[in-house]
């Protein structure tokens, strides 16, 4: 009889115990995060769509014991987490001319605002294999970013020629860029880079192509991808989530030029361009997103 009741005291001392730590989390949160040393890596992978980003601290230095500790470092690290991704979404390139550090340094987007959608991100942790550290994996879906970033309510309908041409209805728009292009308005060549937010342009500097102009879905509004995806052994010689986005008969164009101050944006031939905006049918592409840009693997 004795040994129960003592197992009975000994578990509500635990628990009780454990209800206290509870209570206090959050405030000794608040006290370590400003002093845990964290150590983060971040990077994007324009092909699979998504921002990967790591984060991890030394729960010794922290002054961490397991077991009993890991509940109070998995909330340490989520509490933080949120900040720790500031750097590498503010890096991310918009356009041909900013980051979304400039949205945030006019006002447009706040800081309050991308803590919140990188609550939503997938993320998950776990202890090293030392089981010194603990370790958080963030994924951030370019096509939510993108969602996130715009705004409008209805998408801009490309604009139609005034002399249209004959042209077949085509089932995606593929612009190859991936090799060294002449930069427009300047002496130079260089490669096309990704962004969100690319614009196409044709060679009589017509805007064909730009943000407002695609519908506000949780995808790009262009996928990147590499030569290699286009010259499959298929129907369409595409790889099998790009044939599902081009489509069995996409229009190939090949780009003359790359624009902008980051050279993200690709200059077409203006009979190309052509084939896009004479068509209702090749238009409602660039609005539904159909679109995809090659570039070179060293770039993606």
Same mark, same amino acid.
């Given at each position: 009889?004795?040994?129960?009741?003592?197992?009975?005291?000994?578990?509500?001392?635990?628990?009780?115990?454990?209800?206290? +730590? /509870?209570?206090?989390?959050?405030?000794?949160?608040?006290?370590?995060?400003?002093?845990?040393?964290?150590?983060?890596?971040?990077?994007?992978?324009?092909? =699979?769509?998504? #921002? *990967?980003?790591? +984060?991890?601290?030394?729960?010794?230095?922290?002054?961490?014991?397991?077991?009993?500790?890991?509940?109070?470092?998995?909330?340490?690290?989520?509490?933080?987490?949120?900040?720790?991704? =500031?750097?590498?979404?503010?890096?991310?390139?918009?356009?041909?001319?900013?980051?979304?550090?400039?949205? !945030?340094?006019?006002?447009?987007?706040?800081?309050?605002?991308?803590? =919140?959608?990188?609550?939503?991100?997938?993320?998950?942790?776990?202890?090293?294999?030392?089981?010194?550290?603990?370790?958080?994996?963030?994924? !951030?879906? #370019?096509?939510?970013?993108?969602?996130?970033?715009?705004?409008?309510?209805?998408?801009?309908?490309?604009?139609?020629?005034?002399?249209?041409?004959? $042209?077949?209805?085509?089932?995606?728009?593929?612009?190859?860029?991936?090799?060294?292009?002449?930069?427009?308005?300047?002496?130079?060549?260089?490669?096309?880079?990704?962004?969100?937010?690319?614009?196409?342009?044709?060679?009589?500097?017509?805007?064909?192509?730009?943000?407002?102009?695609?519908?506000? =879905?949780?995808?790009?509004?262009?996928?990147?991808? $590499? +030569?290699?995806?286009?010259?499959?052994?298929?129907?369409?010689?595409?790889?099998?989530?790009?044939? /599902?986005?081009?489509?069995?008969?996409?229009?190939?164009?090949?780009?003359?030029?790359?624009?902008?101050?980051?050279?993200?944006?690709?200059?077409?031939?203006?009979?190309?361009?052509?084939?896009?905006?004479?068509?209702?049918? *090749?238009?409602?592409?660039?609005?539904?997103?159909?679109?995809?840009?090659?570039?070179?693997?060293?770039?993606?």
């Amino acid at each position: 009889m004795r040994s129960k009741i003592y197992q009975f005291r000994r578990k509500k001392k635990v628990f009780s115990c454990l209800l206290l +730590a /509870a209570l206090f989390f959050p405030m000794a949160i608040w006290g370590q995060t400003n002093q845990i040393q964290f150590d983060t890596s971040g990077s994007i992978d324009w092909v =699979r769509k998504e #921002l *990967n980003a790591q +984060a991890s601290f030394n729960l010794a230095q922290a002054g961490i014991r397991l077991p009993v500790g890991r509940l109070l470092a998995e909330e340490t690290l989520n509490e933080a987490y949120p900040g720790l991704l =500031r750097p590498y979404l503010l890096s991310v390139r918009l356009d041909s001319g900013s980051t979304l550090r400039a949205l !945030v340094d006019k006002g447009e987007v706040s800081l309050e605002d991308l803590d =919140r959608f990188s609550r939503e991100v997938e993320k998950v942790s776990s202890l090293s294999t030392d089981l010194s550290r603990i370790i958080g994996m963030y994924t !951030v879906s #370019l096509g939510k970013l993108s969602s996130f970033l715009n705004r409008h309510r209805q998408a801009l309908e490309p604009q139609r020629p005034l002399i249209p041409v004959q $042209t077949p209805d085509y089932t995606g728009i593929i612009i190859i860029a991936n090799e060294e292009l002449p930069v427009r308005g300047r002496r130079s060549r260089t490669l096309a880079e990704p962004c969100l937010f690319p614009k196409i342009w044709d060679t009589e500097m017509n805007l064909i192509y730009e943000r407002n102009m695609y519908e506000n =879905r949780d995808i790009p509004m262009v996928r990147y991808t $590499t +030569a290699e995806s286009i010259f499959r052994p298929t129907p369409s010689g595409l790889d099998g989530e790009l044939a /599902a986005l081009a489509g069995p008969n996409p229009l190939r164009i090949i780009a003359r030029e790359i624009y902008g101050i980051y050279p993200t944006d690709p200059v077409i031939d203006r009979l190309d361009a052509l084939k896009i905006t004479s068509s209702d049918n *090749n238009r409602r592409l660039l609005k539904e997103g159909r679109v995809v840009f090659v570039l070179n693997n060293n770039q993606l």
